[in-house]
């Protein structure tokens, strides 16, 4: 890839970022090596606020640098101007399309989903957040707030897989039951990969929030509770599980409780006398939800790669088996440390989502070192091949530069406001909001499993 002949505007010249010149109608890039986890986005996607944005991108010519960053610094630089300081903009490292770069080169700010949650907290002088990730990660953001600040998401739309298949209707009545059943013996713990409404249930029995990154240390906590306590797990099964195998919970004492519409339905008076038998006995109970981006993952690719001199490393949202068999496993900013760490020579493959495998690549290269992912094999009796997070990457440069001008000029879409006990379809975009009672109920409980959290992350630091 050409450097780019366009210069970065003069607003935040701190960066020079190169671009992927095979930019795509929407702007959603697609480089060979992954796989079309996502569609470009036809017009009638577009909330009708932004659909003007998306018309003019669209005509452009080609779609390259050369004509894109222009049209795209005729809206951003004045909105930037207007709304000077106030505003920080946010992107999640898994984002496509070429919004990571885009994010840094009006001077945003791209990291994993617990720093990210933390910008509006640590930033008391900024007013408007804009988040180009998905929807989990811009809300909990507006749960940590400070009462001055707003949290904005350019695409409502980009919601989480496996936040869906947790939302609130379906873990409630389950939540519910086990409760009854356990009563203070129950403690939640809630992935970040949740909606408030899901995270104030961990609040609600004085549990936490965890990310990737801290699951561990979250999940060891909540097994040394004195007396001992039955840990719910939500959303993740994966990331649950490999958890509380890494702390020593056997596996016999983990209970699996389906996720979706399927968990929901289930009911303790369906359970025969040996599963819920098994439940009681269980010290860890999974919530049925996963990842696909995460779960095309197996073996046998880990031993391809193995056998052919590969260091493998995974994220655990992957299956068991599949971090048992890697040479190692953690959180985005770990697989990303492992790369950039590594010695010239080094090959490494790494399972997680494909664009923050191509950045990663991308980087590594220019030091000597491949990467590549772990599902993309030359071969093609392995029958899958790694892909990038589709709802993530429906946050294009549309969307980006519709909503920071609509901001500017003091229009923003309320549907793009992003709230504490939000409830968001992501098909539609339709937003469901809470009275102010209710909002302030979900904020505080949920806000208690996120502080629990952080005080857990940082005490382990220090
Ligand atoms: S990669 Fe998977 S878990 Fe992460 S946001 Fe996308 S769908 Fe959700």
Request: aromatic fraction near 8%; charged fraction near 25%; glycine fraction near 8%.
């Amino acid at each position: 890839m050409n450097e780019t002949a366009i210069a970065p505007p003069s607003l935040h010249p701190h960066r020079q970022v190169e671009f992927d010149r095979s930019m795509r109608p929407s702007g959603i890039a697609l480089t060979p090596g992954i796989a079309i986890c996502q569609t470009d986005l036809p017009i009638d996607w577009y909330q009708a606020e932004l659909k003007p944005y998306a018309e003019e991108y669209l005509a452009l010519p080609d779609r390259t640098p050369e004509t894109v960053l222009p049209w795209m610094d005729s809206y951003m630089v004045p909105a930037l101007r207007e709304l000077g300081d106030s505003v920080m903009l946010l992107a999640h490292f898994y984002m496509g399309g070429e919004i990571v770069k885009l994010v840094e080169r009006y001077g945003g700010f791209v990291a994993d989903s617990y720093a990210l949650a933390l910008q509006a907290v640590r930033n008391p002088g900024k007013t408007h957040f804009v988040e180009s990730a998905v929807h989990f990660m811009a809300e909990t953001i507006a749960l940590l707030k400070h009462e001055h600040q707003s949290v904005w998401i350019t695409n409502p739309k980009s919601g989480c897989t496996m936040e869906a298949l947790a939302k609130e209707d379906m873990v409630l009545p389950v939540f519910r039951e086990l409760r009854d059943r356990y009563g203070d013996d129950l403690l939640a713990i809630v992935y970040m990969n949740a909606s408030g409404r899901v995270k104030a249930m961990a609040g609600q029995t004085g549990g936490a929030v965890c990310t990737s990154s801290n699951a561990k240390t979250i999940m060891r906590w909540a097994y040394e509770q004195s007396p001992r306590k039955k840990i719910l797990f939500i959303p993740d099964r994966h990331l649950g599980e490999n958890s509380g195998r890494a702390i020593g919970i056997p596996p016999d004492r983990m209970a699996h409780w389906p996720g979706g519409w399927d968990g929901a339905r289930r009911r303790m008076a369906h359970l025969s006398a040996q599963e819920l038998d098994a439940l009681d006995r269980a010290e860890l109970v999974l919530w049925g939800s996963f990842c696909g981006v995460h779960t095309i993952f197996r073996p046998e690719h880990v031993a391809y790669w193995q056998t052919r001199g590969y260091r493998v490393i995974v994220h655990p949202e992957s299956p068991w088996e599949v971090v048992q068999a890697a040479d190692g496993h953690g959180s985005t900013n770990y697989l990303w440390s492992a790369v950039m760490d590594a010695s010239p020579g080094a090959k490494i493959a790494v399972g997680t989502e494909g664009h923050f495998v191509r950045n990663a690549r991308e980087q590594a290269a220019q030091r000597g070192v491949e990467v590549v992912h772990l599902a993309d094999i030359p071969d093609p009796s392995f029958g899958a091949v790694g892909c990038g997070c589709a709802t993530m990457s429906r946050n294009d440069p549309p969307h980006l530069v519709g909503l920071l001008d609509l901001l500017a000029k003091g229009r923003a879409p309320e549907l793009n406001r992003v709230l504490a006990g939000d409830s968001v379809d992501e098909t539609t975009g339709w937003r469901e909001r809470l009275d102010p009672r209710s909002q302030a109920e979900i904020r505080t409980d949920a806000r208690r499993a996120l502080e629990k959290m952080i005080e857990l992350t940082e005490g382990a630091k220090s």
